[in-house]
């Protein structure tokens, strides 16, 4: 049975047979991953018209906006000029009301009044009242002031927006008193000036703005669209560089991109990454079947010829011996191809999570006590109880039985195994099987962890167990290390970081 050695004495475990569903030759298979792709979606907008989305339609809006406002700047402006051409001709046409005693003399001659509205399109439209509101001169229907603007200091001059003839016109007003103390008098002078010419200057100023505008947008959208077709040469260059490697599979080179912007160096980096990926998993494919096809090919041979012998004997002994060879060779076959199969899965990239590196050890040496016994093999455990390590158990549990199977099967019979976890100097975890069997020669040391490599003849293995084991550590960020043991044996060391 299986137990623990110590200096105080001599722990015994309890030993459990494992069927043959507890193995690890018997590992649950893996749900395969399927990746489907929706052929009816609809590709989106391609990068060159998002771009020239996103750079042409706020120039648009800017140059939208820009004219509007023009427009409202022109228009303040136009206005400001006819407020003051309105404040001078009002208080023009004050100073001709003159006051002559009671009444008012008026010296507004009829050339000025010509003058005046001579121009239909900009009509200028006058009214002199008193008192005030009581038509005296000009046009009686005239608008009245605002309201709020009725209560006027003399000689002030107040600008307000109204309506004449069904036409928008800016007004002028102005008041002034006149008469003795004992009868004061109010009058009031009004001007109003169409708002068509103040339209027209409006429109005419944004025209001569915004059209320069309007051909330097263009210009600008011609020059943006060149440079986004410019900008996007290098990404056709990708495309161009993949789909030639698309038609060659074989040919998974690194893509070089040396006069492209960072960013396409960022994206050729990361399909590089992808390239190295394909190209080290299509490696270990043809690698699995060339050995696969290379290592089946004698065992299988063998077994053929095997049967063609024994379908020709008939003596039962014979033919008993006969099966008995088939039999070998197949147990050969099968070992061989789940060795395989074990080294090609340990290639794969695999999650790691904590687990217990101790009390795995004890775990899969008590799985493999009933072998060792079979074999009159002395199978122990020294070390810590617990040591946690980053690891995938199904790998390193394949780890530790390899290391098991190779020291019970050519350490010999009557030998002592014994599995070792503990903490190196460097502070490395470590799992060990020793053995006192016959050893390897110092000069096939570095031999032993090739694939299909073996350092004995002694019939039943197929040189991959220590391959999988140095790959599987190789996976962890470990190592694995012969050492040799004096007098004589061997000991298979594997180097893990500790967890965190």
């Known amino acids: 049975g299986l137990y623990a050695r110590s200096r105080s004495g001599v722990k015994r475990y309890p030993c459990v047979m494992a069927t043959a569903s507890d193995l690890p030759d018997s590992a649950p298979p893996r749900p395969a991953l399927q990746a489907g792709v929706d052929q009816r979606a609809k590709p989106g907008l391609s990068l060159k018209r998002q771009l020239l989305l996103w750079l042409l339609l706020p120039q648009g809006l800017l140059w939208l906006v820009s004219g509007v406002l023009a427009y409202r700047i022109a228009l303040s402006y136009a206005e400001k000029a006819i407020d003051q051409s309105l404040t001078q001709s009002v208080r023009s046409l004050a100073r001709q009301v003159k006051p002559m005693g009671s009444g008012l003399l008026v010296d507004f001659p009829r050339a000025a009044q010509d003058i005046i509205e001579q121009d239909p399109s900009d009509k200028v439209s006058y009214m002199v009242s008193?008192?005030?509101g009581q038509f005296v001169l000009g046009n009686s229907k005239f608008p009245p002031p605002p309201a709020a603007q009725t209560a006027l200091e003399p000689l002030q001059t107040i600008l307000y927006n109204a309506t004449l003839d069904g036409k928008s016109v800016r007004v002028a007003l102005m008041e002034l008193n006149y008469g003795d103390a004992n009868a004061p008098q109010r009058l009031r002078v009004q001007i109003a000036k169409s708002l068509a010419v103040q339209e027209r200057i409006a429109r005419e100023l944004v025209a001569d703005m915004l059209l320069p505008l309007l051909v330097l947008g263009s210009l600008l959208g011609v020059l943006i669209t060149l440079g986004v077709k410019r900008g996007l040469q290098?990404?056709?260059?990708?495309e161009a560089q993949l789909?030639?490697?698309s038609r060659r599979i074989s040919a998974l080179?690194?893509?070089?991109?040396?006069?492209?912007p960072l960013e396409v160096h960022s994206l050729a980096?990361?399909?590089?990454?992808l390239l190295v990926t394909v190209q080290?998993?299509?490696t270990q494919e043809k690698r699995f079947l060339s050995d696969a096809a290379h290592q089946l090919?004698?065992?299988l041979a063998g077994l053929i010829s095997q049967t063609e012998l024994a379908l020709k004997?008939?003596?039962?002994q014979a033919l008993h011996d006969r099966l008995k060879k088939v039999h070998a060779g197949a147990q050969r076959s099968a070992h061989l191809v789940q060795q395989m199969l074990s080294l090609a899965r340990s290639e794969t990239d695999t999650p790691l999570a904590a687990l217990d590196l101790a009390a795995l050890a004890r775990e899969v040496a008590r799985e493999w006590a009933p072998k060792a016994l079979a074999q009159k093999v002395d199978l122990g455990y020294e070390g810590v109880e617990h040591l946690q390590v980053m690891g995938e158990k199904l790998l390193l549990r394949e780890a530790i039985a390899n290391l098991i199977d190779n020291a019970v099967h050519y350490a010999g019979r009557e030998a002592v195994v014994t599995v070792r976890v503990h903490v190196t100097a460097s502070g490395e975890a470590a799992v060990e099987v020793e053995d006192n069997g016959p050893g390897v020669p110092e000069a096939d040391r570095d031999r032993m962890f090739e694939r299909f490599w073996r350092a004995s003849e002694v019939p039943g293995g197929c040189g991959l167990g220590l391959a999988i084991v140095a790959q599987i550590a190789q996976r962890h960020s470990g190592k694995a290390e012969v050492i040799s043991v004096q007098p004589r044996g061997l000991r298979v060391r594997i180097s893990l970081p500790q967890a965190a």
């Open 269 to 273: 980096n990361a399909v590089n990454q």
């Open 280 to 282: 080290r998993s299509m």
């Open 234 to 238: 290098p990404l056709k260059r990708l």
């Open 243 to 245: 789909g030639d490697r």
């Open 130 to 132: 008193s008192p005030p």
């Open 253 to 260: 080179a690194p893509i070089a991109m040396t006069q492209a």
């Open 313 to 316: 004997e008939s003596d039962p």
């Open 297 to 299: 090919r004698t065992p």
